[in-house]
């Protein structure tokens, strides 16, 4: 690629050439790796403008509602792909072949029980723990359990611990809930799909067969492979920074789900549902549309708005799609349904969201659909990382198979107290 330059022209300084890198789609970006040499830092709180790698795993056009994962676009593998195939392909870069699909499959497939011992770890949680809350605790646990291949500089090491987190994660998120609501552990069980082991782990109980529901397995998969990886997001942020030190993969992803479960990241979609049932009935839309426009009211339309996304949320469009055909299938009719179409319609109109180009995003129509598979509010965000897990590893995979990667350490604009001498209790 052409050799670009920009000039920066600093008070009292000579000019100081920034390289410009090129990317494959999507903005270049200005190397600013030598500005500290000029006495100036940049500064970009919330990271708005700011490309913290280059990576090669998804990419994210925002005024255009794109979302590619390796090239292929979103809408295409949540209607044609599977999970697995997608984790496949984000940890290798390219779609499996057949050997490659069947022996990734099996892999992840005989990985799924964890040690035994981390049952008795839950016991130490109220039974009333909020489900994110065990799931932080536990993933970051598994740095206790599994203390061989963690030489995070040997690619097979690194392999290793992405197959586990994979593999395990479900179990995990199953064993919350099942902790959660009183009832016994459930093992996953090797003759069913990723989707149907953890469906089976969620809502088997002992007393009584339990049949997977081909309709709901096919939309779980689906709803994996919508939130499986979002660029450079702030969980995934948290697990590269964590994981640029070196620190051990299972408590990076553990700090990746602290990020996640926030209310304005994947804890959207738990206060989405919750805000569509504070709602309640289409006519009580208007108010809420006021308290979303309100500068002096914290209140956010949950499920709308994205620091990148100036159009549809491409995921969004799969997800209304999936839940009109999941109710349907299943011959649900869910008032909140009618609440979410009609809020959607309202808000696409609305000044207000048009000028600031608010749209639904991914948060918004899933936990209709999780709701409509017997998942509780309080586990939404749960499936969330479950899903994201495997983005996650994917970019501390990347970071790490790098050569002279750094360890992140931002600066800042100091604007505190200049130089002062210690002043003794006495003489204060
Ligand atoms: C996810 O980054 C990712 O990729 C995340 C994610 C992923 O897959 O990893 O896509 C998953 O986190 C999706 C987003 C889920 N969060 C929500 O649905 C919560 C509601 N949304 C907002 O909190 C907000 O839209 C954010 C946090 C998503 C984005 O916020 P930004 O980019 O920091 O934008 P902003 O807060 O500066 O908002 C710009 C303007 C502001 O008004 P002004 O100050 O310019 O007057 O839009 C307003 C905001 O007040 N605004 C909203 C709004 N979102 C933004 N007003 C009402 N309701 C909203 N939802």
């Known amino acids: ?3 670009l330059k920009a000039t920066l022209n600093l008070p009292g300084k000579d000019s ?5 890198k090129q990317g494959i789609e999507g903005f270049d970006v ?6 500290g040499t000029q006495g100036y830092f940049t500064f970009d709180p919330g990271f708005l403008a700011t490309a913290s790698c280059e990576s090669a795993i998804t990419y994210i056009d925002g005024a255009q509602g794109i979302l590619l994962h390796r090239g292929y676009p979103i809408d295409q593998l949540a209607t044609q792909s599977s999970y697995l195939d997608v984790c496949y392909l984000l940890l290798n870069g390219d779609l499996p072949n057949k050997e490659q699909h069947s022996n990734f499959v099996q892999t ?22 909020h489900p994110m809350a065990m799931l932080c605790g536990v ?7 599994y203390q061989d291949s963690l030489d995070v500089n040997d690619e097979r090491h690194r392999e290793i611990a992405a197959y586990r987190l994979v593999s395990k994660m479900p179990t995990l998120a199953a064993m919350c809930y099942k902790y959660s609501v009183g009832q016994p552990f459930v093992y996953p069980r090797n003759d069913l799909s990723y989707a149907g082991n953890f469906l089976h782990m969620m809502f088997s109980v002992p007393c009584e067969e339990y049949h997977v529901n081909p309709v709901v397995e096919r939309a779980m998969d689906r ?4 939130h499986a990886d979002h660029e450079q997001n702030a969980s995934t942020s948290t697990v590269r920074l964590a994981g640029s030190s070196g620190a051990n993969p299972f408590a990076c992803i553990a700090a990746g789900i602290a990020s996640l479960w926030g209310p304005a990241h994947g804890g959207a979609n738990e206060a989405c549902l919750n805000m569509l049932e504070e709602i309640g009935s289409v006519d009580r839309i208007p108010e809420f549309i006021a308290k979303a426009k309100d500068k002096s009211d914290p209140f956010r339309l949950m499920g709308f708005g994205h620091r990148v996304y100036k159009n549809f949320d491409p995921r969004a469009k799969v997800m209304r799609e ?11 009719q869910d008032p909140l349904l009618d609440v979410a179409m009609e809020l959607e319609r309202i808000a696409l109109e609305d000044e207000y969201f048009v000028s600031k180009k608010l749209y639904p995003n991914v948060d918004f129509y899933s936990g209709i659909i999780m709701k409509a598979i017997g998942i509780p509010t309080s586990m939404f965000t749960v499936m969330f990382a479950l899903a994201r897990t495997v983005g996650w590893i994917s970019h501390w995979k990347e970071m790490l198979d790098t050569p002279g990667h750094k360890i992140g350490r931002p600066r800042q604009l100091y604007t505190g107290s200049a130089h002062r001498d210690f002043v003794k209790l006495e003489k204060r």
């Open 1 to 3: 690629m052409a050799d």
């Open 16 to 20: 100081f050439e920034l390289p410009i």
């Open 30 to 35: 200005l190397d600013i790796s030598k500005l």
């Open 108 to 129: 992840v497939t005989q990985h799924t029980m964890v040690n035994e011992q981390l049952s008795t770890f839950f016991k130490g949680f109220r039974r009333d723990a």
């Open 139 to 145: 993933t970051g646990a598994l740095a206790a359990f």
């Open 223 to 226: 709803i994996f492979i919508l």
């Open 322 to 332: 999936t839940c009109h055909e999941v109710l349907k299938e299943l011959n649900i």
